[in-house]
């Protein structure tokens, strides 16, 4: 289990591809066949190679590359109208808690599964951790080929330990003034200035989705009793007794909050995106897939 | 009067509160714990629980509630109360010897008053409590029905005429003791005895003879003839003049033609039976005449020689019998072994299906005054050295003592008791106590212990002696089975019923559910606070 949730691992990778090719029969039954694969020319262009996997077309084999390698690979083509598509990772303190994943482990398993699919698509790639003033851009990333270093960026990220979101989506936006595809992962847990900051992001970028990332503790408040609740963030501690009471007025404000990001997101554009970091990956990124195509 | 099973329950009391409080307190010890954010936590204490300040200490008073009605409860209390109103109808049916002469109809005087009690009962309402009582009295002792109960006519009908006789006045007296309506049913003129004119009285037909068989047996030794002993008795108000034969196989001999005046008893020992053999059915009949036509008969089998020995005449204690009866019989079994080493006991004891406990039931009496037993022994799967459990059962006390000490020594598992003379170095007589069983031990001293009271002074009463002694035997129902039966009294109840102490009849309620309800309650309230 360990070696599948792990970014940089082979099972990881295969999950990606489990992912990728069943996005690829959503798409092909959804009437998009024609568009999403194949064929050389016309509206399409190769993107590289990727390893076949059960279920794979055999007459996408690249038996060329087979002779010269030994390895069954597929020929993936995407789409020539290429656009740039931004990962926006929530990295403050707040995401390092939930047990286990974290709600940063979480994420970052989410978004390294959506980049994938965006560098199967033929899309570029960049990568921005948001949980302090300036931030830095990496990538770009394009073609299939590009994967390994793209995980690797991932990988590299450390701890989240920032202490403002908003402020990391201030630099992103002041850095990126007409964003493409931007897509951001955080739990939200921060004072107004977040979501001002979201909703610039809504009205400047072509497209952007929020995947809202609670962990199960943030979503339950199972505490109980007398206990000292510490920030995650900036240390401060509050003192309270909790009882089923207070559970169940934790869990209205959750609601409440969820309700308000909703509201915020459909007021500037943004496709808002629940998301438990206990939910299954493959799920989230399925459901996020027909959300999008419906739309 | 309120009352607890298990006193020693109650020292939890002050425990439960403390540990209770002590729980709270480290319930209400702040530990830290990191969350993502306090964004909404600080929301959720804004909205204030002013309002729930004072539930903490509410909950911990209805907790301690809830524990010590537990512990209360667990205690096992009871409360003890008078017992519901006693009988509004008693009954007293005479079924002495007498009562099978003819009545007023021709038919059996039983008879004819056992009608007469029903139509008695008739204009009664239904569920009206009927206490019946009969002299002798019946197997089963005093029951109690209700009118309209399908059982009292079944057992009014089943009801016959007794073997022998008995003091209807005791009976009478016991009768006037009860609460209630009285009625009395009998072929005897209302004796003129103040205890008397309060009873109503039925009278079946005049009085007439009524004698009877009162003991009778036989005794066989190894190899020996078999010698009968029999014993009979006018309970009339005439003299009698009667044949008394002796039916074995096809022949039949007359042993005697008894003449008795009012009141007078004749006996004789030591009746040779011509060419009686071990296993062979005998009859004693004292065959009817006057006014009294039935016959009345004794049937027994000597068992052979050497296995069992015969029947004899001596006392079992009348407690033992009427617990015996009490019980519900079954069985009785007589097992002695070893027993010249204590003083010739005879031991009976009951295995009977008890539903309402697993331990064993011992009932122990012995006839007067008596130098005692051990009682006791060791739990036979668990092997405890002997010795552990004794405790003296006897002794000059009388039956009720020593039958209550008795119980207390024997709830437990299966039980190997040993019985022992008081004196040391005598031996032992092993009886194992089955676990879920019910038994009641009677020992009589048929022996010439000085002090004893003379066999003589105890009531006539028909029951198996020993034979065998260091030879363990058991004979299967010596008060129910065919072979032993005695004319056409099976029961052979003791005379002196009414005579039997009494506790004040009182009832036991358990209180221990009303304080789980309490305890119940007291959580609901818990529930609905923390909610």
Known sequence: MAASTSLLSQAFLDRLMRLVWRLERLRAGAGERGRSRRRPGGTHHFLGHRPYVAGDDPRQIDWSAFARTDHLVVKVFGREEEETVDLLVDATASMGTGSPPTKAEAVRRLAAALGFVALCSGHRLRLAPVGEGPTRLRGPFAGVESTGAFLREFALLGAPVGRDAAAGLRGYLAKVRRPGAVALFSDGLEEPALGEAIARLGGAAAEATWFHVLSPEDLRGELDGSVVLTDAEDGATLELVIGPAERRAYRREVARLRQAAQELSAHHAIDYRPVSSADSLEETVMGWYAGRARR | ?531
């Open chain 2, 1 to 531: 009067m309120i009352g607890l099973e298990r006193l020693a329950l109650l020292g939890l009391i002050p425990v439960v509160p403390a540990v209770l409080w002590w729980l709270e307190r480290a319930r209400r010890r702040p530990r830290p714990h990191p969350v993502a954010s306090l964004l909404l936590w600080r929301r959720v204490a804004a909205a204030g629980t002013a309002s729930r300040r004072g539930v903490p200490a509410l909950l911990l008073l209805l907790e301690c509630l809830a524990g010590v009605a537990l512990v209360v409860a667990a205690a096992g209390p009871f409360r003890v109360r008078p017992a519901p109103a006693a009988p509004a109808v008693s009954i007293l049916v005479d079924r002495q010897p007498g009562m099978a002469a003819p009545g007023v109809h021709g038919r059996p005087r039983l008879v004819e008053g056992i009608e007469a009690v029903a139509a008695w009962l008739e204009p009664l309402p239904a569920g009206t409590r009927v206490r019946v009582l009969s002299v002798p009295a019946a197997p089963g002792g005093t029951r109690e029905f209700e009118v309209g109960d399908r059982a009292l006519a079944a057992w009014l009908e089943g009801l016959g005429p007794a073997v022998r006789g008995a003091d209807l006045d005791d009976g009478v007296g016991a009768l006037a003791s009860l609460p209630g309506r009285r009625l009395v049913v009998t072929d005897r003129p209302r004796p003129a005895s103040a205890v008397a004119r309060n009873v109503d009285w039925l009278g079946v037909g005049a009085p007439g003879t009524n004698a009877g068989l009162v003991w009778g047996g036989a005794e066989a030794s190894a190899g020996g003839p078999i010698g009968l002993r029999v014993g009979v008795l006018n309970g009339g108000t005439r003299a009698i003049r009667r044949p008394l034969v002796l039916e074995a196989g096809s022949s039949v001999t007359t042993v005697a033609v008894v003449t008795l005046g009012p009141g007078e008893v004749w006996s004789e020992r030591d009746i040779a039976v011509p060419g009686g053999a071990s296993g062979e059915v005998l009859v004693l009949r004292l065959q009817g005449g006057d006014d009294l036509a039935a016959d009345d008969a004794v049937r027994f089998r000597p068992r052979p020689a050497g296995e069992v020995a015969l029947v004899a005449e001596e006392a079992v204690p009348a407690a033992v019998q009427r617990a015996v009866r009490a019980l519900g019989a079954e069985a009785v079994r007589v097992a002695p072994a070893a027993v010249g080493a204590i003083e010739r006991p005879a031991v009976y004891w009951k295995v009977l299906p008890r539903a309402d406990t697993a331990a064993p039931l011992v009932l122990v009496a012995c006839p007067g005054d008596w130098n005692g037993i051990r009682f006791g022994g060791s739990y036979a799967p668990a092997g405890l050295e002997r010795g552990e459990g004794w405790s003296e059962v006897g002794g000059r006390a009388p039956y009720p003592e020593a039958v209550s000490r008795a119980l207390a020594v024997t709830a437990g598992d299966d039980w190997t008791v040993e019985l022992r003379g008081r004196d040391p170095g005598r031996e032992a007589l092993p009886v194992v106590l089955r676990r879920g069983a019910a038994h009641v031990l009677a020992f009589d001293p048929v022996g010439e212990a000085p002090g004893w009271p003379a066999r003589e002074s105890f009531p006539a009463f028909f029951y198996r002696a020993l034979g065998q002694v260091g030879e363990t035997f058991e004979v299967e129902g010596l008060l129910s089975a065919a072979d032993t039966t005695l004319g056409t009294d099976t029961s052979r109840p003791p005379p002196a019923a009414a005579g039997a102490p009494e506790l004040p009849p009182t009832e036991t309620e358990p209180l221990g559910g009303w304080l789980v309800v309490l305890a119940l309650l007291a959580l609901l309230g818990i529930g609905r606070l923390e909610v």
